[in-house]
């Protein structure tokens, strides 16, 4: 379902409004991911900066508002899911590769039944994109023998062999200890150098300054404060500066 | 009358256990077709084809076996339709089976962590393809045990069709011990008959039960 959308913007929620029974989780909540752009998302937990992630790829339908990604209304009961979702890619907190599969396997699954892609084609993807997380010796491996960060990396790996349109990081390094948070890290540093849209949720103030072109700080589910990351530094409003101020913001 | 345990007798019981091996083959292999629809049907996305099939399983397993076989063989003669006592008992256990099994695979389905669920929609899989290639392959490998442990169930219910006259190890044991009045010595050959196609499948279950906690992956959320 194509749409007439702002030229750049390959993300823009509108007024968007969420309730879980009686709890508002998203009260109003507006933002815009242009190309080439990467925006993370920061707060609390339960300020619901995790559901509007999970809203861009309709694994929550909203209430209200306007969704639209990569000219889907996502928003609209009648969105086409698959046409959706073979343009956003999206990145899980407890990585979720599937057990009975090889990595190779895991990669190649959604090229070949959703794209059909040739099986000999999508296991040259896979090898590339295992290339570029670093993991091509990994493509035989089950993902239980794998670290939590190699297969975090995996996980990016079978992301990107849909070639999404943008990227969508669900506190991606939160089940990780710092060593491999890092190496995770470096990974999605090496995306974003290559020009990926991406939307993250992190808990990682570091991060999110060193590699974010904007952020959005959300509080009882609005955006409080959004700027570029500089006002992590310079918060411009007291909750932002309690919420740092308790962060880590070595980087 | 009278007369003694002779070899005609034990290759009687000996047909008789065939039939009993044929009766739960076919019993496991419609039972698990239907049971397989049953399970698929309990999951659904519609509300209708769930609520249904629920009620299948439902009404199923709150009828005694016994009472089935005598619907599908002498109900069924008054209202018109004479089955033989091998396609009457072959229905009645695939009923049977069918609401046990769908029970226990949808569970396995749904034991099945949900985020398999997410990161399957995330790829843009159809849900066919999210079911065929990403869930059940899982709720297989959890499903096996309790199957096979199942199986012994199916086995010793066979024994209730011997009711409507079909002939597999219990009626030939009935039959033999008609004409030689010997019902201790034969139906303790009848139960240990029983417990010779029983506690192997048992065992190979408890087996297969402990190799899956120590399984080449196991299944739980990281």
Not at chain 1, 46 to 62: N, P, W
């Amino acid at each position: 379902m194509q749409q007439d959308t702002p030229a750049t913007s390959i993300v823009s929620l509108r007024d968007v409004q969420k309730s879980f029974g009686s709890l508002k989780v998203l009260d109003g909540v507006s933002f815009a991911v242009e190309r080439g752009e990467v925006l993370a998302i920061i707060g609390r937990s339960g300020s619901g900066k995790s559901t509007a992630l999970r809203c861009i790829d309709r694994f929550e339908r909203v209430d209200h508002g306007e969704i639209v990604v990569c000219g889907h209304r996502v928003d609209s009961p009648d969105v086409d899911l698959r046409a959706l979702r073979q343009d956003v890619g999206i990145v899980f907190q407890s990585y979720n590769l599937f057990p009975h599969l090889t990595i190779e396997q895991n990669i190649t699954l959604a090229p070949c039944s959703v794209k059909r892609m040739a099986l000999s084609q999508a296991k040259e993807l896979a090898r590339k994109v295992l290339a570029q997380v670093g993991l091509e010796e990994k493509l035989h491996a089950y993902p239980e023998q794998l670290s939590g960060g190699q297969q975090q990396r995996a996980a990016i790996a079978r992301s990107l062999a849909m070639q999404p349109k943008v990227m969508l990081f669900d506190e991606v390094t939160s089940a990780l200890d710092p060593e491999l948070t890092a190496e995770v890290q470096r990974v999605i540093e090496r995306l974003a150098a290559e020009g990926m849209t991406m939307v993250m949720v992190t808990h990682e103030m570091g991060f999110a300054k060193s590699i974010a072109d904007r952020i959005v700080f959300m509080h009882r589910g609005k955006v409080h404060e959004t700027g570029p990351a500089s006002i992590l530094t310079s918060p411009t409003t007291p909750e932002l500066a309690q919420f740092v101020g308790t962060g880590d913001l070595k980087s | 009358m009278g007369g003694h345990l002779n070899f005609n007798h034990l290759l009687f019981l000996g047909h008789g256990a065939l039939w009993t091996i044929g009766l739960s083959l076919i019993a496991l292999g419609g039972g698990g077709l239907a049971g397989f629809v049953i399970a698929l049907a309990r999951v659904s996305p519609l509300k209708s084809v769930r609520l249904l099939s629920a009620v299948y399983v439902q009404l199923i397993q709150g009828t005694p076996l016994l009472v089935i076989l005598f619907l599908g063989y002498f109900g069924l003669a008054a209202v018109g339709f004479q089955l033989s006592p091998l396609a009457a008992a072959g229905a009645s256990l695939t009923l049977y089976v069918a609401a046990y099994l769908g029970e226990i695979w949808r569970g396995c389905i749904e034991s099945v962590p949900k985020p398999q669920w997410e990161a399957a929609e995330g790829l843009a899989l159809s849900r066919t393809q999210r079911m065929m290639k990403v869930i059940l392959p899982q709720a297989i490998r959890i499903a096996t045990p309790p199957t096979v442990g199942f199986m012994v169930q199916i086995i010793k219910n066979t024994s209730l069709a011997s009711v409507v006259g079909f002939v597999e190890l219990m009626r030939s044991g009935q039959i033999v011990n008609n004409s030689l009045f010997e019902p201790f010595a034969i139906y303790a050959i009848i139960a240990v008959v029983y417990f010779a196609m029983c506690y192997p499948i048992s065992l190979y279950s408890q087996r297969l039960e402990r190799r899956m906690g120590r399984g080449k992956f196991n299944l739980a959320p990281a």
